[in-house]
């Protein structure tokens, strides 16, 4: 949505035609600003919402058919329990001559009661959807701007249980945001049903995403007075787009999120938007999301479509410890513990004086996070460590660590430890490529293959327990046809806080397939009264096409890997595609269209000596404002930038010249250049590589 709207929203486009504040409702607003909304959710409130799955393109059949997959898939006994309507259960002419909404009859031909009725007989709690705003036609979809108290009284008299309100119309119609949403709180509670109804209140807009708005209009401001009001609040923009959710949007919310901890409390939270599993983001990325979403004591509202997602998918969003964490009754928001950067620790303190501790990976390659007891508030001499995705329990003398993947989280329940001593906490590396060939591998990216390659890869173990852990071993395997040689005599103990280093070289076979690979390294080792424990870790490879040859244009070469700030990176056409890759009234038969922040990458094996290009933004943003449309080019090899634009605006294409000489593996990248991807189509015009 916010897209659509930046850029395009007049300030005063209803001013005038539109005065929502009247001395009664300043007024009541005072006394509802006085008195703390109601506790009608202790603990973070859990369901399933259209908006990322369905978009507007569902029916009283679809909603009926969802709510019997949240039934029968398990999901309303673990908590999943609220099925919300967003935007688009209303008629196109949404408001009767007598001013009441009305339902889309085609979609809803008995109208919503019957339906509220029939997701009630299941158990279950019915949310809807409207906007603080007036309806402006072509602007928003819906709006209650005007007609708060009969549309509270109307989603009351249909049987809500919960309440989305928007402001898309609000922001349209230049309204306060505190003082509307203020109104509809009031409005909500008086009810003539006298009916409880969740208010979420979402503000989604924010700068620079949306355009130059000050910071009382935005999401981010909402934290001042929506813990008075509602029971939760939107923190940011949108987490993604219906059917593309990316991982660096999710991480974007959660740290905007994160910005006001000490607000949330029982009945009151962060709302940093919806799940989205299955829509863009790795089984892994999602699992993250999950992780983060519960540490920060956030809702729990799944936006894809519950009947179409996997076993896997539903197995992680009802695991019980990791639901226990996010519905902890003392509703206390994790917080940072140290500095921010590629990896990070968070800590969510919990009702029994326990610790919920998150190690976070945002980077591209897998690492060894590691914190301690100390760090996290906790006191003594002995830890038990429960990690919530594998049940696997053990006990740490202080300190806590895990190899967590690229994108990854480890999510441990952490308590002083009692009684005899339980199983040291070992953390057995995830195998790490250091060298292909000669060449050193970059840290912190995807490690990229060929066949014929001889890797060098290490695999770190730890014992973090009071006891020592006996006959350490660890073996390596890759895929078919792959050669591995151990380069490490393996110790016969491992002490309590001590470490060992396996190290050995794999080699491919000259015709090794394209595609997905992966390393595993599988360890052991005996421990005192527990016997032979074992563990499997998993680091995801790439096996490289044939590099380019002769004089090509890039962009017609495979691609190792490919992102966009929004949508998908385009093959010679602007991102978004339909229109050819224009800079400055220049078309361009080549090239690439992407939006910040992008990074494409190329395997190039050290078989090119040369790329030539211009850069710039395409002429395409002519279209959509002058807001923003600045973007700054690098042409990074193995790890080392060889060309950086600098700030590159609209009006001013560069060129590119590069040596390529030596380079295996090529990135292009573009950033935002500081303005949040505002108006950003940047373009790779004719990328010619010569090889």
């Given at each position: 949505?916010?897209?659509?709207?930046?850029?395009?929203?007049?300030?005063?486009?209803?001013?005038?035609?539109?005065?929502?504040?009247?001395?009664?409702?300043?007024?009541?607003?005072?006394?509802?600003?006085?008195?703390?909304?109601?506790?009608?959710?202790?603990?973070?409130?859990?369901?399933?919402?259209?908006?990322?799955?369905?978009?507007?393109?569902?029916?009283?059949?679809?909603?009926?058919?969802?709510?019997?997959?949240?039934?029968?898939?398990?999901?309303?006994?673990?908590?999943?329990?609220?099925?919300?309507?967003?935007?688009?259960?209303?008629?196109?002419?949404?408001?009767?001559?007598a001013g009441d909404l009305v339902p889309n009859p085609a979609k809803f031909p008995n109208g919503l009661k019957p339906l509220v009725d029939y997701i009630h007989s299941k158990g279950l709690k019915a949310g809807i959807y409207t906007d603080a705003g007036p309806y402006i036609p072509g602007r928003c979809g819906l709006g209650s701007g005007g007609y708060y108290q009969r549309d509270a009284d109307q989603f009351a008299a249909w049987g809500f249980d919960a309440v989305k309100v928007d402001y898309l119309c609000g922001i349209a119609a230049n309204l306060d945001p505190k003082t509307v949403f203020t109104e509809f709180a009031q409005a909500l509670r008086n009810n003539t049903s006298h009916r409880p109804m969740i208010f979420n209140l979402c503000n989604p807009v924010t700068s620079p995403d949306w355009g130059n708005y000050p910071e009382s209009q935005q999401?981010?401001?909402?934290?001042?007075?929506?813990?008075?009001?509602?029971?939760?609040?939107?923190?940011?923009?949108?987490?993604?787009?219906?059917?593309?959710?990316?991982?660096?949007?999710?991480?974007?919310?959660?740290?905007?999120?994160?910005?006001?901890?000490?607000?949330?409390?029982?009945?009151?939270?962060?709302?940093?938007?919806?799940?989205?599993?299955?829509?863009?983001?790795?089984?892994?990325?999602?699992?993250?999301?999950?992780?983060?979403?519960?540490?920060?004591?956030?809702?729990?509202?799944?936006?894809?479509?519950?009947?179409?997602?996997?076993?896997?998918?539903?197995?992680?969003?009802?695991?019980?410890?990791?639901?226990?964490?996010?519905?902890?009754?003392?509703?206390?928001?994790?917080?940072?513990?140290?500095?921010?950067?590629?990896?990070?620790?968070?800590?969510?303190?919990?009702?029994?004086?326990?610790?919920?501790?998150?190690?976070?990976?945002?980077?591209?390659?897998?690492?060894?996070?590691?914190?301690?007891?100390?760090?996290?508030?906790?006191?003594?001499?002995?830890?038990?460590?429960?990690?919530?995705?594998?049940?696997?329990?053990?006990?740490?003398?202080?300190?806590?660590?895990?190899?967590?993947?690229?994108?990854?989280?480890?999510?441990?329940?952490?308590?002083?430890?009692?009684?005899?001593?339980?199983?040291?906490?070992?953390?057995?590396?995830?195998?790490?490529?250091?060298?292909?060939?000669?060449?050193?591998?970059?840290?912190?990216?995807?490690?990229?293959?060929?066949?014929?390659?001889?890797?060098?890869?290490?695999?770190?173990?730890?014992?973090?327990?009071?006891?020592?852990?006996?006959?350490?071993?660890?073996?390596?395997?890759?895929?078919?046809?792959?050669?591995?040689?151990?380069?490490?005599?393996?110790?016969?103990?491992?002490?309590?806080?001590?470490?060992?280093?396996?190290?050995?070289?794999?080699?491919?076979?000259?015709?090794?397939?394209?595609?997905?690979?992966?390393?595993?390294?599988?360890?052991?080792?005996?421990?005192?009264?527990?016997?032979?424990?074992?563990?499997?870790?998993?680091?995801?490879?790439?096996?490289?096409?044939?590099?380019?040859?002769?004089?090509?244009?890039?962009?017609?070469?495979?691609?190792?890997?490919?992102?966009?700030?929004?949508?998908?990176?385009?093959?010679?056409?602007?991102?978004?595609?339909?229109?050819?890759?224009?800079?400055?009234?220049?078309?361009?038969?080549?090239?690439?269209?992407?939006?910040?922040?992008?990074?494409?990458?190329?395997?190039?094996?050290?078989?090119?000596?040369?790329?030539?290009?211009?850069?710039?933004?395409?002429?395409?943003?002519?279209?959509?404002?002058?807001?923003?449309?600045?973007?700054?080019?690098?042409?990074?090899?193995?790890?080392?930038?060889?060309?950086?634009?600098?700030?590159?605006?609209?009006?001013?294409?560069?060129?590119?010249?590069?040596?390529?000489?030596?380079?295996?593996?090529?990135?292009?990248?573009?950033?935002?250049?500081?303005?949040?991807?505002?108006?950003?189509?940047?373009?790779?015009?004719?990328?010619?590589?010569?090889?």
């Amino acid at each position: 949505m916010k897209r659509l709207l930046g850029g395009v929203i007049a300030a005063a486009l209803v001013a005038g035609a539109f005065a929502i504040t009247t001395t009664t409702q300043a007024v009541a607003a005072q006394a509802t600003a006085q008195a703390p909304a109601p506790v009608l959710s202790p603990t973070p409130y859990m369901g399933w919402n259209t908006y990322y799955g369905l978009g507007g393109d569902f029916t009283e059949d679809t909603i009926k058919s969802v709510a019997d997959s949240l039934v029968s898939r398990g999901l309303a006994k673990a908590g999943y329990d609220i099925v919300w309507l967003d935007g688009g259960w209303q008629a196109d002419q949404s408001r009767s001559d007598a001013g009441d909404l009305v339902p889309n009859p085609a979609k809803f031909p008995n109208g919503l009661k019957p339906l509220v009725d029939y997701i009630h007989s299941k158990g279950l709690k019915a949310g809807i959807y409207t906007d603080a705003g007036p309806y402006i036609p072509g602007r928003c979809g819906l709006g209650s701007g005007g007609y708060y108290q009969r549309d509270a009284d109307q989603f009351a008299a249909w049987g809500f249980d919960a309440v989305k309100v928007d402001y898309l119309c609000g922001i349209a119609a230049n309204l306060d945001p505190k003082t509307v949403f203020t109104e509809f709180a009031q409005a909500l509670r008086n009810n003539t049903s006298h009916r409880p109804m969740i208010f979420n209140l979402c503000n989604p807009v924010t700068s620079p995403d949306w355009g130059n708005y000050p910071e009382s209009q935005q999401s981010i401001f909402s934290w001042s007075y929506a813990p008075g009001i509602a029971q939760s609040w939107r923190t940011y923009t949108d987490v993604g787009f219906q059917g593309d959710i990316k991982f660096k949007d999710v991480l974007r919310n959660y740290d905007a999120n994160a910005r006001h901890p000490e607000v949330v409390k029982p009945g009151a939270f962060s709302d940093p938007d919806y799940l989205a599993p299955e829509l863009g983001m790795t089984d892994e990325e999602f699992r993250s999301q999950l992780t983060l979403w519960a540490v920060a004591a956030a809702p729990l509202v799944v936006g894809s479509d519950i009947r179409k997602l996997s076993a896997t998918t539903i197995s992680m969003l009802t695991d019980p410890d990791v639901l226990a964490i996010n519905q902890d009754r003392a509703a206390v928001q994790a917080v940072r513990v140290g500095a921010a950067g590629t990896t990070e620790t968070w800590v969510k303190r919990l009702a029994d004086g326990s610790r919920a501790v998150v190690l976070l990976n945002r980077g591209d390659s897998a690492k060894t996070i590691t914190t301690t007891a100390s760090a996290v508030g906790l006191q003594g001499a002995r830890f038990t460590l429960k990690n919530a995705w594998t049940n696997k329990v053990t006990e740490s003398a202080g300190t806590i660590s895990a190899a967590v993947p690229a994108h990854g989280t480890a999510l441990f329940r952490v308590e002083p430890a009692l009684g005899v001593p339980g199983i040291p906490h070992v953390t057995a590396g995830i195998p790490q490529v250091t060298n292909v060939g000669t060449d050193v591998q970059p840290d912190g990216v995807a490690p990229v293959v060929a066949g014929g390659d001889e890797l060098t890869v290490q695999v770190a173990v730890r014992n973090d327990g009071l006891l020592p852990v006996l006959k350490p071993a660890v073996t390596v395997a890759g895929g078919t046809g792959w050669t591995v040689k151990s380069l490490t005599k393996a110790p016969d103990l491992l002490a309590g806080g001590q470490q060992a280093t396996y190290r050995f070289t794999v080699k491919l076979p000259a015709g090794a397939a394209p595609g997905s690979a992966s390393l595993t390294a599988s360890t052991s080792y005996d421990t005192i009264g527990y016997g032979v424990q074992r563990q499997s870790t998993v680091s995801p490879v790439v096996v490289a096409p044939a590099p380019p040859t002769g004089t090509v244009p890039l962009s017609h070469h495979e691609w190792i890997s490919a992102t966009s700030g929004w949508m998908s990176p385009t093959v010679d056409e602007s991102v978004g595609g339909g229109s050819p890759i224009s800079l400055v009234g220049t078309t361009y038969p080549t090239g690439l269209g992407v939006a910040s922040p992008s990074t494409v990458r190329y395997y190039l094996g050290k078989a090119c000596s040369h790329l030539t290009a211009t850069v710039g933004i395409d002429d395409a943003v002519r279209n959509v404002g002058p807001e923003g449309g600045t973007a700054t080019f690098q042409v990074i090899g193995d790890g080392k930038v060889l060309y950086d634009s600098g700030v590159v605006d609209r009006d001013h294409p560069k060129p590119v010249d590069v040596d390529l000489t030596g380079v295996r593996v090529l990135d292009l990248f573009v950033g935002d250049a500081g303005d949040g991807g505002y108006n950003d189509r940047a373009d790779w015009a004719a990328p010619t590589a010569t090889c």
